[in-house]
């Protein structure tokens, strides 16, 4: 990790000990009014026990909401994150399930040791020098055959591959749906099918949501 990611890290995990409160008061309810969101996490899910497996990690998990919704799918789910208080305030919610302090860029999971990840919007604010580190691991921990579903903001058109935004916690990017999904396809992750949601008019941001759900090559490639 070159010194302006490890910077970026550290400013994305106190800008979420100072938020997560806040954070976890905001969206701890949030699938219940997400239709699409809660389809393509079914959809996630049952990828992933078609694998005959069922270990996911939700990594940059903030408050645990997600990670819950997944080990009440069936998945045998625990959530990493940066931010310790995003953890403690996860463990207290959901003690029956594990949570971890952790970086997405350098777990301490083994090689293949997953059936699935999940990344929903734990990527902002990695800085692009900083995304292909992380979707190397992404890689590296799950095991052949499977998948990762990862969420972000798209950017305003494809010729744009990034751009950054204002983000209240810390600096954040968007990608453009196509230039995120070759940088998956380079790190060996295919894509598999891809969510597009349009902005509400009443959403705060004007953003299109991408949920793009990739597989590991059952080979192992
Ligand atoms: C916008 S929140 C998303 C939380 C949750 N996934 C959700 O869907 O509501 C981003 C979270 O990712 C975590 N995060 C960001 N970069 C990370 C990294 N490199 N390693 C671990 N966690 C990270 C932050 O601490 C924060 O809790």
Excluded: N
């Excluded at 302006?4 to 954070?23: C, M, P, V, W």
């Excluded at 699938?31 to 078609?50: K, M, Q, Y």
């Excluded at 990034?162 to 999904?181: E, G, I, K, M, N």
């Amino acid at each position: 990790m070159v010194d302006h990611d490890a910077d970026a890290l550290r400013a994305t995990r106190e800008g979420y000990d100072a938020a997560a409160s806040t954070y976890a008061d905001l969206f701890r309810d949030t699938l219940r009014d997400r239709p699409l969101d809660r389809a393509i996490l079914g959809a996630f899910a049952e990828a992933v026990r078609s694998g005959g497996g069922g270990r996911v990690a939700d990594l940059g998990c903030g408050p645990g909401h997600v990670t819950a919704h997944l080990a009440g799918l069936g998945l045998d789910a625990f959530g990493v994150d940066a931010s310790p208080a995003m953890i403690a305030l996860a463990r207290e919610a959901h003690p029956e399930l594990r949570f971890d302090v952790g970086s997405m860029a350098a777990s301490d999971l083994a090689d293949g040791e997953l059936d699935g990840v999940l990344s929903r919007w734990s990527v902002i604010h990695t800085p692009p020098s900083g995304l292909p580190a992380i979707l190397a691991e992404f890689h590296r921990v799950l095991a052949p055959g499977g998948h990762l579903l990862i969420a972000f903001s798209a950017t305003d058109g494809p010729s744009r591959p990034t751009q950054s935004f204002d983000h209240s916690v810390a600096t954040a990017y968007r990608w453009s749906p196509d230039h995120l999904a070759a940088l998956l396809r380079e790190s060996g992750l295919a894509e598999v099918a891809r969510l597009v949601r349009e902005p509400e008019p009443t959403d705060r941001r004007q953003f299109q949501e991408v949920h793009l759900l990739a597989r590991k090559a059952p080979d192992g490639a």
